[in-house]
């Protein structure tokens, strides 16, 4: 692989961790308001952002390149409200996904055919992670400052199941 194509997966495994690592901020959040479903569902967020970082770091060794570790930024800490979180959380997602797309072009003009390949897998997963983003943000929309309602959002995040290992 050439330098461009390492040096911006490397700095994928940056954003990957720095995803999980706001997942896992916006985690301690929920929980210190007792939000504890939308706690729990965020901390498995931030694992699966974790395996993602290692999917990229995998992908880097079993090319026999070099990996870079950065240093993470703090994530934000404080939040307005429940509804500001997963809002935050798909502006995240967002973001994510144009940093995806700009690393699967320069794999492509690159001509790095099997960082493409390994790229697929990312384009997917970010439709997914956008989409599940969205249905929450729409939800807390409709629901808007009703307590009830929070509290049932609350425990419907709380169903989420462990963590998938991704498989290329
Ligand atoms: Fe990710
Ligand atoms: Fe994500």
Redesign the pocket.
């Known amino acids: 692989m050439t330098g461009p194509v390492v040096d911006a997966i490397n700095q994928q495994i940056n954003s990957e961790l720095s995803?999980s690592y706001s997942y896992l901020a916006m985690s301690a959040w929920c929980e210190r308001q007792k939000f504890t479903g939308a706690a729990r569902w965020l901390r498995l967020?931030s694992q699966?952002?974790y395996m993602?970082a290692m999917k990229l770091f995998d992908f880097i060794l079993a090319r026999d390149a070099k990996s870079e570790l950065k240093p993470l930024a703090e994530p934000r800490q404080e939040f307005a409200s429940l509804a500001d979180v997963f809002e935050r959380a798909l502006a995240q997602?967002q973001l994510?996904s144009k940093q995806i797309d700009s690393l699967y072009e320069i794999a492509f003009k690159e001509k790095a055919f099997a960082a493409v390949a390994e790229l697929q897998w990312f384009l997917t997963?970010?439709v997914e992670?956008e989409k599940v983003g969205r249905e929450i943000v729409a939800k807390f929309k409709l629901i808007g400052n009703d307590p009830a309602s929070i509290l049932d959002m609350d425990r419907e995040l709380g169903t989420r199941t462990g963590v998938a290992v991704p498989t290329a």
């Open positions: 995803a967020q699966e952002e993602h997602e994510v997963e970010q992670e």
